[in-house]
């Protein structure tokens, strides 16, 4: 029912118009938005649901993915995620986000943060960020503060703020050399 494809320029129209539509303009204010402004999307790991043949083929979904530091370990922030409310409950989240990190585990990224909900995302193998462990850049709902190890063990030893990778740093090689 869904093609799942790499996000290209094309769609952005498209996307925002999908975000706005989901998430209204409070999607701007939020916590998560300071880690996104200033920075650059995974385009490896970006990308958007189309439904529909012919002249009713339309973008009916988005994910992406954000470089982040957790203290001193490069990881990725998942986010925003959302599908058209026609077609909502069909398994295009669920589908996107299992294509997207099995991709984003190939690529060698080994921890995965996002701010939502709970129940939704506990599907995908989240669960909660341990009260002080990282600190965001703004007010966050604890309960709603989520991650995913890629590589098992890798958040045992995380800690410290989570923040924009520096300019200045090279993020692949810092990825691959993390432990
Ligand atoms: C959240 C969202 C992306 C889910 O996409 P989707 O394609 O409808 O989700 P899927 O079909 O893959 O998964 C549906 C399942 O997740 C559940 N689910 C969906 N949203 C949920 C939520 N917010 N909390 C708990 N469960 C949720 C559904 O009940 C369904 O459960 P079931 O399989 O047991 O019936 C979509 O509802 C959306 O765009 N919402 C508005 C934007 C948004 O809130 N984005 C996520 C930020 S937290």
New binding site residues.
Partial sequence: MFDVIPEQPEHAAAIEA?LDL??GPGRYAKTAQRLREGNIAVPELCSVAFCGEGENRRTV?SLRFWPVMLGSRPGLML???????A???????????DLALAEAKRLGYKLVI????????T?VGFGPVAPGKLTMPGPVDPA?FLYRELDIGAFTNVHGAVTKPDANVDFEALLACAD
């Fill in positions: 999908l989901s998430f979904g986010g925003p995620l959302a599908v058209e409310p077609l909502r409950s069909k398994g295009c989240g669920i589908r996107m986000m996002l701010v939502g909900d709970m129940p939704y995302y599907k709603r």
